[in-house]
């Protein structure tokens, strides 16, 4: 049965005509053909309306379900039709759709992404969620990217919040929170097969079968495997880059309503990989330095239980259990992370004027961090991570209120989150929020809100040699990185100004100011030399301590519109302006304000076609990234699709079309391989049975 909402006027069956495609040109004919053909008839666009989007409701803002338009805060939702219609291949890529969101592809696997700036490898600064369960790894302050490979037509959005979300999610929610919400199992009924594969080496392949058992439940399963070859190296000409990789993932979802007042989720996924990884390791001897090529393997899995109850009066609890095992080799060891998570939460009112959400949680992580075999190069220990085993725990609570100070028209919001670490003891992260609407279209809001950074085992206890050189009378030098165990949570004190407006049936404009004072975050400050005997020979180390002496400040805006020419023909558009300053300036640090760009730019355009064809298209400007020599590009991805029926896909999509290939994020000191983004032409085929 069709959907009315996706297919208003239904879908004309055709017989396909056999096409004779020689590759570019005769593509681009073929595109730019049907395009004009596309004004010839009224064809039909499979989006919903801006109406309905502007009032999909969001969670991650307030912990509550709540109309995107009435929200008090920068949120940008990238629904499961963008990331459709967009042809992108990964989490990583779809978070390109989002305005004000740094992302950067380092190689084929690694990638730097961030909000509002202090982009790396393992931003710390961001707190990533798959359906409320964090992947932030706390042994590292980021994110592994790669290892989220989560099957894409399972996503039902991805909610993305620039600013700190400290208040509700707790520590290194401080410039950004990114949920990727994945569909109910009822909405995922009947089979999938998806395959996937492309010009750059890139292939994937993937399997999903759903059921009901009568109204109350209903399950999936999936597998998916996935296979990207070496990319292009940074350097032409020469050699590709060493960093092939593949990943194999299989998981279920469960959906219970026992009653209309008690649902239940339980969900898991489990997955494994290998990794080719370039290492540059320094050593003691002539001549200093190695490049070292290894292939590793990584491996873990998660399982997620959550229960809703529903009040009589309109009070509802939340229950989250979920646990989480990586086993994962390291630029500087090889990390077995364990996590058990508790969380409970209430939303309830206060008379009719106030909506309280509170809520508390524990959680206890177990890390056996071990230097890597791979990290060793003869007797220099080049790089070397204390051994240990960690059992950290954390104990959170928050309370956050709504007030309607003017029935539906004024509301401010308090609230605080409570947390308690082995790191740093007792935090508080406050929030103040107010919204106006003085229009059921019009929304301006303003927030001041404070967000911590805590600090990681990483930064506590690692050593790393980064580079080694002759010295005085040929003594090899050594540049040694050492942790601190006395650093302190780094500060974020956030000021927001926000207007959303759905101004026309047609037209959405959604704009955000902002001004972050950032204090005590992380560098590398010097000290004193000295000599070390073991290991040998003897050798000077000059050593670099982890403290908390940078100060900054950052300022920016970020503007995003939907306009609808027609109800087959959608366009979208977004600027983000983001400026940096640290003090004092020229230290080192892992970040700086040369690694995330200025200003951002893209334009999409969806439309839809007769016969059943899609055409999509999508333009990105990115900035400078000054502080590393990466020059500004501009990307042109371009997506054909088509429905022989309403159960089949066909798409092909091409990436990166006006060059042949760029560098995206560059920084020497990780110690990693870098590679270029190619242009590409991938093909695809979905079917539902």
Do not use: C
């Not at 964090?134 to 991805?158: K, M």
């Not at 502080?627 to 501009?634: A, E, K, L, M």
Request: hydrophobic share 40%; no cysteine.
């Amino acid at each position: 049965m069709q959907n009315p909402k996706r297919y208003p006027h239904g879908r004309k069956r055709f017989a396909a005509k056999k096409l004779r495609l020689s590759p570019f040109r005769s593509l681009v004919a073929l595109l730019l053909l049907t395009s004009v053909a596309g004004f010839a008839q009224q064809p039909d666009l499979a989006q919903l309306s801006l109406e309905d989007l502007m009032n999909i409701e969001v969670t991650s803002v307030s912990k509550r379900q709540q109309a995107l338009l009435e929200t008090a805060g920068a949120v940008y939702v990238i629904t499961q039709e963008d990331i459709r219609r967009s042809g992108v291949n990964s989490i990583p890529e779809a978070l390109r759709l989002a305005p004000g969101v740094q992302v950067a592809q380092i190689n084929g696997y690694t990638w730097a992404i961030s909000i509002r700036g202090f982009n790396y490898r393992y931003a710390n600064q961001l707190l990533v969620l798959i359906d409320g369960r964090a992947v932030y790894s706390p042994a590292f302050s980021g994110v592994f990217w790669d290892l989220q490979d989560t099957l894409l037509e399972d996503v039902d959005r991805i909610e993305v919040i620039r600013g700190p979300g400290a208040t509700l999610w707790g520590a290194n929610a401080v410039n950004g929170v990114i949920n990727i919400i994945t569909k109910s199992a009822r909405h995922t009924a009947g089979g999938l097969i998806s395959t996937q594969g492309g010009s750059q080496g890139y292939g994937s392949g993937a399997a999903r079968y759903g059921g009901k058992r009568g109204e109350a439940f209903a399950y999936r399963l999936f597998g998916k495997y996935s296979r990207q070859d070496r990319t292009p190296g940074l350097h032409e000409p020469g050699p590709d880059a060493f960093d092939a990789w593949d990943m194999a993932r299989g998981g279920f979802r469960a959906d219970w309503e026992r009653s209309e007042a008690n649902s239940l989720v339980f969900s898991g996924d489990i997955y494994r990989g290998n990794e080719e990884q370039t290492f540059l390791i320094p050593q003691l001897l002539s001549p200093f330095s190695a490049v070292s090529n290894v292939n590793l393997d990584t491996e873990g899995g998660d399982l997620l239980a959550k229960w809703r109850h529903a009040f009589a009066g309109g009070s509802e609890s939340m229950l989250q259990v979920y646990y989480d095992h990586v086993n994962r080799p390291m630029p500087v060891a090889r990390l077995l992370q364990d996590i058990v998570d508790v969380d409970f939460q209430l939303q309830t009112h206060l008379g009719k004027r106030q909506e309280l959400v509170w809520g508390a949680g524990y959680r206890t992580t177990r890390e056996n961090v071990r230097g890597s075999s791979t990290m060793w190069w003869g007797p220099s220990r080049a790089m070397w991570w204390t051994p240990t085993t960690n059992l950290d725990q954390l104990l959170n609570a928050f309370v956050q209120d709504q007030i309607s100070l003017v029935p539906k028209r004024l509301w401010l919001t308090l609230g605080s989150k409570f947390e308690f670490n082995e790191y740093t003891s007792l935090q508080v992260q406050p929030s103040v929020r107010l919204r106006w609407q003085p229009h059921a279209r019009h929304t301006l809001w303003a927030a001041v809100s404070r967000a911590l950074r805590t600090p990681s085992g990483y930064e506590e206890q690692a050593r790393i040699t980064q580079t080694v050189f002759p010295g005085p009378q040929g003594m090899p030098s050594a540049v040694v990185l050492f942790g601190n165990s006395e650093l302190k949570s780094g500060q974020l004190l956030a000021y927001e100004l926000g207007y959303r407006t759905q101004a026309t049936h047609n037209l959405s404009l959604d704009w955000t100011a902002f001004y972050n004072i950032y204090h005590d975050i992380t560098g590398e400050k010097a000290e004193p030399p000295f000599l070390e005997t073991t290991p040998s020979p003897v050798h000077l180390v000059l050593p670099l301590r982890i403290d908390n002496f940078l100060n900054a400040r950052s300022h920016g805006l970020e503007l995003s519109s939907n306009y609808s020419l027609t109800h087959w023909w959608r366009l979208t558009a977004s600027y983000s302006w983001l400026h940096e300053a640290l003090s004092p300036k020229g230290v080192l640090t892992q970040f700086s304000a040369g690694s995330d760009p200025h200003h951002q730019f893209q334009f999409r355009s969806n439309l839809s076609l007769p016969r059943n064809l899609e055409f999509d298209n999508s333009m990105f400007y990115v900035g400078a990234l000054t502080g590393q020599s990466v020059p500004s590009y501009v990307r042109l991805d371009t997506r054909i699709g088509w429905h022989p029926a309403e159960r089949l896909e066909f798409s092909l999509a091409g990436q990166n079309l006006l060059q042949p290939r760029h560098a995206e994020f560059v920084f020497p000191r990780d110690h990693q391989g870098y590679a270029q983004v190619g242009r590409s032409l991938y093909g695809k085929l979905v079917w539902h049975f």
